[in-house]
T-cell receptor, first 114, second 115 residues
Framework: DGGITQSPKYLFRKEGQNVTLSCEQN?????MYWYRQDPGQGLRLIYY???????QKGDIAEGYSVSREKKESFPLTVTSAQKNPTAFYLC?????????????FGPGTRLTVL | GDSVTQMEGPVTLSEEAFLTINCTYT??????LFWYVQYPGEGLQLLLK?????DKGSNKGFEATYRKETTSFHLEKGSVQVSDSAVYFC??????????????FGQGTILTVHP
């Protein structure tokens, strides 16, 4: 079955540590995205990538970094510079970036800073 | 900039009741409009979408019509079930400039359906 996998499902981090969230897709999609979800709020875009080896900042990129070395993988690193990293992180992918293209979401990673 | 406003929740209904969740948007041009659903602890699933004015998206008994004149995309279902309990997000996508491919979400509406 095609889809998007994210790991781990739950992640705990001590203050001052960097952590990396995994996102893999086998849908052969060109575009991939990272969103952050906070309680009672909609999703906010962190980074997106249209093609391999290229990515752009979204609305809330500060304190985060990404890479896109393979088409199917788009890992997100939450750095110690991110002031309030506790949130639910969702990865998505789409065939392209036309406005009608549907974005498909993974199951998410819940990050908690201790 | 682009924005999406959903009716505030939570919404609590009895099984077989009629559901409406209001969604209005602000965007230039002609965005595509989406409804996503999120079940507890899971990612988002596309429920339905519409890509041009007067289009009606439908899926699993849910419907929404793209109304350009009122900039709205209200979600409706004639008879809800307990299994419809979830969080519903309205979103838009608009091509051009820095908005290319980006989804702008509303804040989400929590729906709880009681037997």
């Amino acid at each position: 079955d095609g889809g998007i996998t994210q790991s781990p499902k739950y992640l705990f981090r001590k203050e001052g540590q960097n952590v990396t969230l995994s996102c893999e897709q086998n849908l052969n999609h060109d575009a991939m995205y990272w969103y952050r979800q906070d309680p009672g709020q909609g999703l906010r875009l962190i980074y997106y990538s249209q093609i391999v080896n290229d990515f752009q900042k979204g609305d809330i990129a500060e304190g985060y970094s990404v890479s896109r070395e393979k088409k199917e993988s788009f890992p997100l690193t939450v750095t110690s510079a991110q002031k309030n990293p506790t949130a639910f992180y969702l990865c998505a992918s789409s065939r392209g970036q036309a406005q009608a293209d549907t974005q498909y979401f993974g199951p998410g990673t819940r990050l908690t800073v201790l | 900039g682009d924005s999406v406003t959903q009716m505030e929740g939570p919404v609590t209904l009895s099984e077989e009741a009629f559901l409406t969740i209001n969604c209005t948007y602000t965007a230039t041009g002609y965005p595509s409009l989406f409804w996503y659903v999120q079940y507890p602890g899971e990612g988002l699933q596309l429920l339905l979408k519409a890509t041009k004015a007067d289009d009606k998206g439908s899926n699993k008994g849910f419907e929404a019509t793209y109304r350009k004149e009122t900039t709205s995309f209200h979600l409706e279902k004639g008879s809800v079930q307990v299994s419809d309990s979830a969080v519903y997000f309205c979103a838009l996508s608009r091509a051009g400039g820095t908005s290319y491919g980006k989804l702008t979400f509303g804040q989400g509406t929590i729906l709880t359906v009681h037997p």
